[in-house]
């Protein structure tokens, strides 16, 4: 099946410092990838929509600038948490949908636990 | 506004029992799909059920959708400790964006 792999897994950073998380398809392209965030005991939140080749798609009250996106190929997807403060540790998960494939279907990488101190 | 709130928030039950988890969502839909997290993992897709449809089967899973009253459950039957787990459902829109639940934490006790 479809698999899709994030690195870093987990990673500790020191407030104000900027972290940058890869999410990649490894067996598909995707022209779409979507980034997730998911607090301790909570469902996933959406936080913006990755379209190759162009800019992002933020969701409502996901500041743009403190979350660069970058989709600069068919197989990889970068988050850049910038001035990272201990308000942004979370559990960081990218998805992304097989271009070839049931367009419905969302594939779900493994998460990056971010913790900021 | 929050879309899929499953129910119950927990489940506790004995190895072999059936499990069931509700959803239930506001808007229109595309299709509704469940998805399972091992506690600090990834999801697992588990089932998609089409908004035209109303009962959908996967080895031991029974997934119904009912749009009617915008909602849908999923049974796990004959549950192994192994199939404890975070359960959510994820609602999709016209533009293939999923909203998620709040999910249901199973516990199967062996």
């Known amino acids: 099946g479809a698999v899709v792999s994030q690195h870093p897994s987990r990673v500790i950073c020191k407030s104000g410092t900027s972290v940058k998380i890869e999410c990649r398809s490894l067996?598909?392209?995707?022209?779409?990838m979507f980034w997730y965030r998911q607090f301790p005991k909570q469902s996933l939140m959406l936080m913006a929509t990755?379209?190759?080749?162009?800019?992002?798609?933020?969701e409502q009250g996901v500041e743009k600038d403190k979350f660069l996106i970058n989709h600069a190929s068919l197989t990889l997807s970068t988050l850049t948490v910038t001035s990272a403060h201990p308000e942004d540790s979370s559990f960081y998960i990218c998805?992304?949908?097989?271009?070839?494939?049931?367009?419905?279907?969302?594939?779900f990488g493994p998460g990056t636990r971010l913790l900021v101190l | 506004s929050q879309q899929g709130e499953e129910d119950p928030q927990a489940l506790s039950i004995q190895e072999g029992e059936n499990a069931t988890m509700n959803c239930s969502y506001k808007?229109?839909?595309?299709?509704l799909q469940w998805y399972r997290q091992n506690s600090g993992r990834g999801l697992v897709h588990l089932i998609l059920?089409?908004?035209?449809?109303r009962e959908k089967h996967s080895g031991r899973l029974r997934v119904t959708l009912d749009t009617s009253k915008k909602s849908s459950s999923l049974l796990i039957t004959a549950s192994r400790a192994a199939d404890t787990a975070s359960y959510f459902c994820?609602?999709?829109?016209?533009?293939?964006?999923?909203?998620f639940g709040k999910g249901t934490l199973l516990t199967v006790n062996p």
């Open positions: 998805s992304a949908r097989d271009w070839a494939g049931a367009q419905e279907t969302q594939y």
């Open positions: 067996d598909f392209q995707a022209t779409t």
């Open positions: 990755s379209n190759e080749g162009s800019k992002a798609t933020y």
């Open positions: 808007t229109s839909i595309n299709n």
């Open positions: 059920i089409r908004s035209n449809e």
């Open positions: 994820a609602t999709d829109d016209s533009n293939y964006k999923l909203t």
